[in-house]
């Protein structure tokens, strides 16, 4: 079956770098387009970044661009977040997913989600 395992999280002051992984299992990983998720405590959940299947095109949120940079090793069947310049407001769950291509990129499985703590 479809299993996201994200890892990497962790408690850290602000200004500080954070690098999550996915491992994805149970499908076609390589042809699949793939997200990040966050939610905050209260908010709902946003987008943070998603790409195509080949990674060739890679789309972040307003809030995070020049500070998070997605990437995929399709060889490895893994997805990954590297978090720059944290703040507290990037406190979050963080969750990889398996999305829609395209302009509908509605997730279809979820990871458990990894927990990210950002200190002023």
């Known amino acids: 079956q479809v299993q996201l395992v994200e890892s990497g999280g962790g408690s850290v002051q602000a200004g500080g770098s954070l690098r999550l992984s996915c491992a994805a299992s149970g499908y076609s990983f390589s042809t699949s387009c793939m997200g990040w998720f966050r939610q905050g405590p209260g908010k709902e959940r946003e987008l943070v970044a998603r790409t195509t299947a080949t990674g060739s095109a890679t789309y972040y949120s307003d809030s995070v661009k020049g500070r998070f940079t997605m990437s995929r090793d399709n060889a490895k069947n893994t997805l990954v977040l590297q978090l720059n310049s944290l703040n507290p407001e990037d406190t979050a769950m963080y969750y990889c997913?398996?999305?829609?291509?395209?302009?509908?990129?509605?997730?279809?499985?979820w990871g458990q989600g990894t927990q990210v703590t950002v200190s002023s």
């Open positions: 997913a398996r999305i829609k291509c395209g302009d509908d990129y509605r997730p279809t499985y």
